[in-house]
């Protein structure tokens, strides 16, 4: 079983990259984050010729927007608000694997937090601390050794000093501030999740989804950082079989600023 998931940065404009993320790599499951669109003006019939007829979209115009794209059907689908704020950022899906039973895969688009790391100065910061340790008290409360959850999503943090270019540098700048990071270790915690791309990739070694549209050339200079995850809870550890980070994709032409991450399970 695969899963994929991919900052897309619109799906209108970036509709034929997604078809040929699906035709390339036949994930089972694709979640897509910051797709832009309101539900009713999602692509039509996206990827149905490929087998996936079973969808989510949790969509806002303009801004944010969450879909799952689904091979599997999809048992219950709901979308979640956070914060007090209709801001649609999460999109959750009960779907039946091939052995029968089912599991539940949450696709988040955790807000970036603007470029000032003081919440008290900066309300968009506050936002972003409050909505990761609301989603610590949601999982922490859902707790069960026999979950088969999956979370997902842009996280737009960086917790390792080897999911940035510049430990050093990037301290005091938003995605990888000491603050951020143990907000997202509470998240981590709060299952005891198992982040599946560093389970196969060891901890000390760089590695980046995300790279900035202002680099004259990004794979040259690799100023990059860590912000999209798979984790998946214990129950699905013994699962993993291979996890990692699409980078080919961010060349591909006017490609979004994040590669996805796709995730293989022996399900």
């Known amino acids: 079983m695969r899963i994929c998931t991919w900052n897309v940065n619109s799906v209108r404009i970036r509709l034929d990259h997604v078809m040929r993320l699906l035709e390339k790599y036949q994930p ?36 944010h927007g969450v879909a799952i794209l689904s091979r599997l059907p999809i048992v219950k689908a709901e979308p979640r608000y956070w914060c007090g704020k209709e801001d649609s950022r999460h999109a959750w899906a009960s779907v039946k694997c091939k052995d029968g039973k089912t599991m539940e895969l949450h696709n988040f688009y955790v807000p970036a937090g603007g470029d000032i790391p003081n919440p008290d100065e900066n309300d968009k910061f506050a936002h972003k601390l409050q909505f990761l340790a609301e989603m610590a008290d949601w999982f922490g409360e859902r707790r069960k050794k026999s979950n088969r959850f999956v979370l997902m999503g842009d996280l737009n943090v960086a917790p390792l000093e080897s999911d940035v270019w510049s430990h050093k540098q990037l301290l005091k700048v938003v995605s990888h501030t000491p603050v951020e990071v143990e907000a997202l270790n509470r998240v981590y915690e709060s299952h005891d999740w198992v982040d599946a791309v560093r389970h196969f990739v060891p901890q000390d070694e760089k590695l980046y989804s995300w790279w ?18 798979i984790w998946v809870t214990p129950a699905l550890k013994g699962a993993l079989t291979s996890a990692e980070i699409l980078t080919p994709i961010r060349s591909w032409e006017k490609p979004s600023d994040h590669a996805p991450v796709i995730l293989e399970l022996d399900i």
């Open 28 to 63: 089972d499951v694709l979640c897509l984050q910051e797709i832009k669109v309101i539900n009713e003006l999602f692509p039509e019939g996206l990827g149905e010729k490929l087998g996936y007829c079973h969808r989510f979209i949790h969509g806002q115009k303009a801004y």
């Open 212 to 229: 900035s549209y202002r680099a004259r050339d990004w794979a040259e200079s690799n100023r990059g950082r860590r912000l999209d995850h």
